[in-house]
Every structure is written in structure tokens, then in C-alpha cells.
């Protein structure tokens, strides 16, 4: 038996119909090229185009995320990062109602009440709430794509001990403040009913919409839990592999490396830490969040299998892209290295970020010279969430009022019940 051999010559019918697929082609391509351009940092030089798997660069862009920003995983960064995709895109982002400050009313269960009318329909969500799936789905349009991230639990705990030590009881109640001393007798200075008490234990499962109380011992609830985040969540980036989620990230998303360029947001200077150097502590830690740490320790697994997926060297690759990049960010918007300081030592106040008691420093960033900012995108890149989250929704309320959307008031009983959570980030 012999294979039919192909043909050299084509009938021109069969010419015809290759040559307009292939213009076609073309004309996608072209297309998606040009858009992809359009909403290119027009202020800064397109970073080298760069990609493995090559052809990346060909999808379109994905423009339509939830993103879940858990407490203390380096969230706002991330945050930043999805507001100026979608400011630069022109993308609609679900922001909060006035009556729930900046959060959507956490720690409640999130409900599209929540979110401000202005800002419908929305493309994306980015700011802090507790995860309930199906109120998302009504809100967020079918082709969403869900991402969070997680921080391992022994750092995440102490930078929630130290920034909320004078807004959870649990950590109020502990004589001289000490970590040590909590986690020796955590009963006793811990009540699960009582206000922000989710700040003190398995906050990740909490923010996921979990039940942080439940038994680390029940051999069946902690797997279905996973079992759903896996099925909900495209991708769960790991804070101590920030640069290698972005990869991540911008592979899921069909993103240019441009478009994942940040500066580290919402730190704590040096001094507000507790270095963590004890083994025991670290075990007690864990031992006091065991469900925290089982989910970390499963998504940490899953992270490694997504980075093998897209091959290792080619996520390293791509990450050293990254860092340079950040660099030639860092020196075009600071003319140097980017000016840490303590937010009073900050000259615009719009750049100051929020301190959550006299006893941390949460350290943000002055732009060079005393008059407007040398651009718009910079300005950006250091603001910090209260800012940008009023920033973005005066600009969207401003659009929508343009199109004279009907105001959709939040429903009033909503608005009477919303109990005095969170803690007031003002600048
Ligand atoms: N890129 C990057 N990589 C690793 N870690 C980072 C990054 N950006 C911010 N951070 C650290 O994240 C902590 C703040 O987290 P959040 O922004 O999620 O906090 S908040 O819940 O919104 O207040 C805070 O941690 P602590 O300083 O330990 O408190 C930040 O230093």
C-alpha cells in the first residue's frame, strides 16, 4: 500500500480558499498585534519581546479577571498591577461601595450588593473580600479568569500579628504584645465569634470563604476544600515566588512583560518585623494555622507542577526579563533607585500609604522632584490602595455618570447592617 502523494498542482478553487485563510490569518494577527500595542505603556520603551512558548505574544489578551487579594500575601503589589491593566485597557473594575469602605464590606460574605453601581458590569475585581463563588459568577462576566495568592504561614502570621496588634482583640489581650507569649496559650487569648478574630487564625481559609475553626483532624473537609479552590482558581501564586507567579500569570493571561512590571507595595520597614529565627515558633505557628498551612502546602506543590508545565528554564529566563525591566522602570520613574520612606517623610500625600497603628511603619515611595510627578504611570505604580481604589472610582463614576447608567442604590437593609469591619484604611 502506498501513500497518496500530495498534489503540486492546486485547483484554483483550492488556491483561492488556502489564500484567503491565510489572509486571514494575517489580518488576526496584524489585528491582534496592533491592539496589543495600543495599550502599551505609551511613556516607556516596549521592553524586548520576549516569550517561551514563543507564540504567546499571538493570543489576545484576556481581559477579564477576579482576583481574590487575601490578607498579608503581598496582595496590594498584585492589586496595583491588575488597576493599571485595566486603567490602561480602559476596562471597567468592580470597586467597593461607599458604605464599605474600600473593602467589599469584609469580613462579611461578599455580595454584589456590595459593589458600586458605577462600576458595573465589570471586567475586573481586585480588592479585599471573602470569597463566595456564586455571588461572583453574578457578577463577573462568563469568561473570567479566577487567580489568588497565598503566603506561607509563618511569615504571613507575623506580618498579621504586628499590623493588626491594635485591631484584634485576640492579639490586644497579649501581655507586652508578645507573639511568643500567644502562641505558648492561644486559647486563652482567642474567641472565634468575637471581631476581627479572623486575623488571628487561618486567615487564608477565612478569606477563601472557609471555616477557620474547623478541625485540622477532619480527614475529609480540608480536601474537599481544595478540591473546589482548584476548580475555581486557573492559577495561585505563592508571594515567595512573586516573580515566577507574574510568569505565571502573564502566560495564563496572554500578557506582555510590560504589563507585569511593579514595585513592592504595602511593606513593613525593617524595624516593625519580628524575626522569626526559632524552629519551635515557626512549628507553633504552623500547629495554631494547621489548616492555613495544609492549603499552602498543597498549592505550593501544584505551583511547582504549573512551573515544570511551562518548563523551568523558560520561566527563568523570563523572570531575569522581569527584574530588568523592573529596573529600567525603577530608574525612568525615580531617576535611580526607587526612594523608600516612611509615609510622613512622603511629600505627596497621595503617596502616602496607611498605617494601621503607631506601633508598624508601612513604608511607601516618593517620586523625584517637588512638582507633578515626571508621569502619570509612575504616579500609578507607587499608589497605594485607599488612593488608587478612590482614585479609580471617581474616574469610573465619572464615565458612567457620562452615560447616564441608571443608579442602582445598595439595597438599604444591606447598608443599615454593615457592622463598623474593617479597620478604616484613610490616607
Ligand atoms: N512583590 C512582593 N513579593 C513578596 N512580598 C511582597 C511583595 N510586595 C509586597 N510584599 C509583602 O506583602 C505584605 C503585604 O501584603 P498585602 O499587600 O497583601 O497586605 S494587606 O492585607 O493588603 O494589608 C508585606 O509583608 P510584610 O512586610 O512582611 O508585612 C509586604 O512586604
Known amino acids: 500500500m502506498t501513500c497518496p502523494l500530495p498534489s503540486l498542482f492546486y485547483s484554483p478553487k483550492t488556491m483561492s480558499r488556502k489564500k484567503a485563510l491565510l489572509l486571514l490569518l494575517l489580518a488576526f494577527s496584524t489585528g491582534t498585534l496592533l491592539l496589543r500595542q495600543s495599550a502599551h505603556l505609551g511613556w516607556f520603551p516596549k521592553s524586548p519581546s520576549f516569550s517561551c512558548p514563543p507564540l504567546l505574544s499571538l493570543r ?5 479577571v477576579a482576583f481574590l487579594k487575601t490578607h498579608k500575601t503581598a496582595s496590594t503589589t498584585v492589586q496595583n498591577l491588575l488597576f493599571r491593566f485595566a486603567e490602561r485597557n480602559n476596562l471597567t473594575v468592580a470597586l467597593p461601595h461607599h458604605a464599605c469602605d474600600h473593602q ?3 469580613p462579611r460574605n461578599f455580595s454584589s450588593r456590595f459593589v458600586h453601581p458605577y462600576t458595573l458590569p465589570p471586567r475586573f475585581i481586585a480588592s479585599h473580600l471573602r470569597f463566595n463563588r456564586e455571588e461572583l459568577r453574578r457578577l463577573m462576566p462568563n469568561d473570567t479568569i479566577y487567580i489568588t495568592i497565598l503566603r506561607e504561614p509563618v511569615t504571613m502570621f507575623e506580618s498579621l500579628f504586628s499590623y493588626y496588634n491594635q485591631y484584634c482583640p485576640a492579639f490586644k489581650r497579649v501581655p507586652n504584645g508578645s507573639m511568643e507569649v500567644f502562641l505558648d496559650n492561644p486559647h486563652s487569648y482567642y474567641r472565634p465569634h468575637e471581631k476581627y478574630a479572623m486575623y488571628a487564625r487561618n ?7 472557609g471555616d477557620p475553626e474547623h478541625s485540622p483532624g477532619d480527614p475529609t473537609y480540608l480536601p474537599a476544600f481544595i478540591h473546589q479552590m482548584e476548580s475555581i482558581f486557573s492559577l495561585v501564586m505563592l508571594a515567595e515566588y512573586f516573580d515566577e507567579s507574574l510568569v505565571l500569570l502573564r502566560h495564563l493571561l496572554a500578557w506582555d512583560l510590560d504589563d507585569i512590571l511593579y514595585v513592592k507595595l504595602n511593606m513593613r520597614s525593617p524595624e516593625s518585623k519580628l524575626n522569626i529565627t526559632s524552629a519551635r515558633l515557626a512549628a507553633q505557628i504552623r500547629a495554631w494555622n494547621a489548616l492555613d498551612a495544609h492549603l499552602y502546602d498543597h498549592f505550593n506543590a501544584t505551583f511547582w507542577r504549573k512551573l515544570n508545565e511551562v518548563g523551568r528554564d523558560c520561566v527563568q529566563k523570563e523572570v531575569h526579563a522581569l527584574h ?3 529596573e529600567r522602570l525603577a530608574r525612568h520613574c525615580f531617576r535611580g533607585q526607587p526612594q523608600l520612606r516612611p509615609a510622613m517623610q512622603i511629600k505627596n500625600k497621595e503617596l502616602r500609604p496607611w498605617q494601621p497603628s503607631a506601633k508598624v511603619d508601612i513604608v511607601g515611595y516618593d517620586l523625584p522632584g517637588s512638582g507633578p510627578p515626571l508621569d502619570e504611570q509612575c504616579l500609578k ?3 497605594p490602595e485607599v488612593q488608587y481604589s478612590r482614585y479609580l472610582l471617581r474616574k469610573q463614576s465619572l464615565r458612567n455618570r457620562r452615560r447616564a ?7 438599604p437593609r ?4 454593615l457592622p463598623r469591619h474593617p479597620p478604616p484604611k484613610t490616607a
Open 381 to 383: 505604580l507607587v499608589m
Open 405 to 411: 447608567v441608571p443608579h442602582r442604590p445598595l439595597a
Open 414 to 417: 444591606g447598608l443599615l447592617r
Open 60 to 64: 489576545p489578551k484576556h481581559t477579564a
Open 104 to 106: 467589599f464590606c469584609y
Open 324 to 326: 530588568r525591566a523592573c
Open 203 to 209: 486567615t487564608l481559609v477565612y478569606d477563601l470563604g
